[in-house]
T-cell receptor
Framework: EDQVTQSPEALRLQEGESSSLNCSYT??????LFWYRQDPGKGPEFLFT???AGEEKEKERLKATLTKKESFLHITAPKPEDSATYLC????????????FGKGTHLIIQP | DADVTQTPRNRITKTGKRIMLECSQT?????MYWYRQDPGLGLRLIYY???????NKGEISDGYSVSRQAQAKFSLSLESAIPNQTALYFC??????????????FGAGTRLSVL
């Protein structure tokens, strides 16, 4: 059974204070690790997908990295508008076609 | 206009009632999905469909049914709603032509309360 664990559950940072969110996973044949952003009252918004260990993707202040057991979402010099819940999900080679999600990290950036 | 549209956005119903949640998309994607999100549990897959003739159960399909009326429309039904089906429901779509780069795009969600 695929499993995704995100930590921490919640994180409060000052504006400009860089940090990282963790996503550890166990999956039978990884076919993609996905990061989404979810704002209150909205659906998840796609950020990144990673497919193999060592891969990195960047978008503005966000950078996602992948190893064989975990992924990190690095946030550099965050701004209040980066406040959201960040979801990690995996797609495996077996079973259903859908994604297996972690519970998310609720990030608050204080001005 | 949103590429993935869910209706209604909010719904309150009573135990035992049959209700339907609808999803339509203009992205031209062939695959569609239904998830539910509960506080502290994350999103879980209910059903998914590869095309109009191919529907599959997900992790938590008991108590739910689906219908793929057309490539662009995928509805979720609760035959006899119960209070523990109170949750946020999301529809998602993806394009199988992307192969392994199969990104799922989500609608804005339907908040369902069963009293």
């Amino acid at each position: 059974e695929d499993q995704v664990t995100q930590s921490p559950e919640a994180l409060r940072l000052q504006e400009g204070e860089s940090s990282s969110l963790n996503c550890s996973y166990t999956v039978s044949g990884l076919r993609g690790l996905f990061w989404y952003r979810q704002d209150p009252g909205k659906g998840p918004e796609f950020l990144f997908t990673l497919y193999s260990a060592g891969e990195e993707k960047e978008k503005e202040r966000l950078k996602a990295t992948l190893t064989k057991k975990e992924s990190f979402l690095h946030i550099t010099a965050p701004k209040p508008e980066d406040s959201a819940t960040y979801l990690c999900a995996v797609r495996s080679g077996g079973g259903a076609d859908g994604l297996t999600f972690g519970k998310g990290t609720h990030l608050i950036i204080q001005p | 206009d949103a590429d993935v549209t869910q209706t209604p956005r909010n719904r309150i119903t009573k135990t035992g009632k049959r209700i339907m949640l609808e999803c339509s998309q203009t992205k031209g994607h062939d695959r569609m999905y239904w998830y539910r999100q509960d506080p502290g549990l994350g999103l879980r897959l209910i059903y998914y469909s590869f095309d109009v003739k191919d529907i599959n159960k997900g992790e938590i399909s008991d108590g739910y049914s689906v219908s793929r009326q057309a490539q662009a429309k995928f509805s979720l039904s609760l035959e006899s709603a119960i209070p523990n089906q109170t949750a946020l429901y999301f529809c998602a779509t993806s394009d199988s032509r992307q192969g392994t780069k199969n990104i799922q795009y989500f609608g804005a969600g339907t908040r369902l309360s069963v009293l």
